[in-house]
């Protein structure tokens, strides 16, 4: 009963925190764009153990990304996890080649240029054709994980500067804090983590926010 109400505090939180922040553009600015992108579901990925002890367990989720734009679009993708104990997880931190090379071969039929997500810009041509498809790969979060949140940045060039609520300068103004239009995907987890499979793992919500 405990956890279900912590879980929910943490709902009721994620939520108040959304609501006070500014929101996405309905109808963008003439220089702004926002990629067209289609996200796989959370999939584990499980390699086997060089050593003594568990195998090593990762999740991940596939990217693909279309430039609707008129004109090339440069990404800057960044991706991190969010558990509902807000443990804050960088893609690919802590994650072997060998993570991308299981899920590459895994998914070659459906997507065989896909990549690892880029450590630096990529550059998307405009148009179907030109789609690129993106591995994003997280380490195994702790077992009591009921629910995360994928952050998916760098998919469009919208911004916006807000004050910060307690930092100011010597003058004493408020410091400027700047927001991305960023991809925010709310999935629920079923059972242990050593016993959760992929049907485990239900998309609850999906969203564009800025952080």
């Not at 609501?19 to 390699?47: C, D, G, S, Y």
Request: with cysteine; hydrophobic share 45%; net charge neutral.
């Amino acid at each position: 009963m405990m956890k279900s109400m912590c879980r929910m505090l943490v709902l009721l939180c994620g939520a108040a925190v959304g609501f006070a922040a500014p929101r996405p553009a309905i109808v963008q600015a003439p220089q702004q764009w926002t990629a067209q992108v289609m996200v796989e579901p959370l999939r584990m990925v499980v390699l086997a153990a060089p050593g003594p002890g568990a195998p090593g367990r990762y999740w991940y989720t596939v990217l693909s990304v279309e430039n609707t734009a008129l004109r090339a679009m440069d990404l800057y993708l960044q991706a991190d996890l969010l558990t509902d104990g807000f443990d804050l997880i960088p893609a690919g931190r802590s994650v072997p080649p060998e993570a991308f090379r299981i899920v590459k071969a895994r998914h070659t039929g459906t997507y065989p240029f896909l990549e690892d997500l880029p450590v630096t810009g990529t550059k998307v041509l405009q148009g179907p054709d030109h789609v690129r498809d993106f591995a994003v790969i997280w380490p195994d979060f702790g077992p009591e994980v009921k629910a995360v949140s994928l952050f998916i940045g760098g998919l469009s060039n919208e911004t916006v500067a807000i004050d910060h609520p307690t930092v100011k300068d010597p003058s004493g103004t408020a410091t400027k804090v700047f927001l991305k239009k960023t991809l925010q995907l709310d999935f629920t987890l079923k059972g242990e983590s050593d016993l959760r499979v992929d049907e485990n793992v239900q998309l609850a919500a999906s969203r564009w926010v800025m952080r």
